[in-house]
């Protein structure tokens, strides 16, 4: 299957930095889409970005399908972005099978 | 939340014994998945299912089986469980069919076989 690597494993920030986390995919890819799991568990979708960009919030995230990878962008973090985010992908070959990387585990301080 | 319950919420059970996870929606999405998330390993994909009695298997899916009889239930029966299927299962749905598919996913079940 796909490969799907992020960057850092880890990441502490202060209260209102800023930050980027990528992803990096080994195959052409059909969908992507970025989740976040908060502390309790919980997994919520915060993009579908297969190319391009799209912005929401604070949040924002830019896929270079071409060279595959896919960046997200937190801006003026917050304690509740706390969290760990995934990317996950559906390679073009493997049609409705996500494959996820292991996740950037950010941990925002007051 | 794109209505989507899992049960039971949390289980232990014992090596050997048969367990089965329950999803449930109700937005009759066509597309239904099971996943398992162990640390250091993010999400991997157990089984997924295309409509009622369609299912196909995802990346891990050793040891499990699916039904689907009805478009709101999704059932991932583990047939003599072990203790290296201890984890928390997710079940998600896909909404759209094309080029906007995304996908929301439930609570979550955390299973502990001992």
């Known amino acids: 299957g796909i490969q799907v690597e992020q960057s850092p494993p880890d990441l502490i920030l202060q209260e209102g930095a800023n930050s980027t986390l990528r992803c990096n995919f080994s195959?052409?890819?059909?969908?992507l889409q970025w989740f976040h799991q908060n502390p309790w568990g919980q997994l919520i979708n915060l993009f579908y970005?297969?190319?391009g960009t799209k912005q929401n919030g604070r949040l924002s995230a830019t896929t270079v399908a071409t060279e595959r990878y896919s960046l997200l962008y937190i801006s003026s973090s917050q304690t509740t972005d706390s969290g760990v985010y995934f990317c996950?992908?559906?390679?073009?070959?493997?049609?409705?099978?996500?494959?996820f990387g292991s996740g950037t585990k950010l941990n925002v301080k007051p | 939340d794109a209505g989507i319950t899992q049960s039971p919420r949390h289980k232990v059970t014992e090596t050997g014994t048969p367990v089965t996870l329950r999803c449930h929606q109700t937005e009759n999405h066509r597309y239904m998945y099971w996943y398992r998330q162990d640390p250091g390993h993010g999400l991997r994909l157990i089984h997924y299912?295309?409509?009622?009695?369609?299912?196909d298997k995802g990346e891990v899916s050793d040891g499990y089986s699916v039904s689907r009889s009805k478009t709101e239930d999704f059932l991932l029966t583990l047939e003599s469980a072990t203790s290296s299927q201890t984890s928390v299962y997710f079940c998600a749905i896909m909404t759209g069919e094309g080029s906007t598919d995304t996908q929301y996913f439930g609570p979550g079940t955390r299973l502990t076989v001992l």
């Open positions: 195959d052409s890819v059909n969908n």
């Open positions: 299912s295309y409509g009622v009695k369609d299912t």
């Open positions: 996950a992908v559906e390679g073009e070959d493997n049609f409705n099978k996500f494959y």
């Open positions: 970005i297969p190319s």
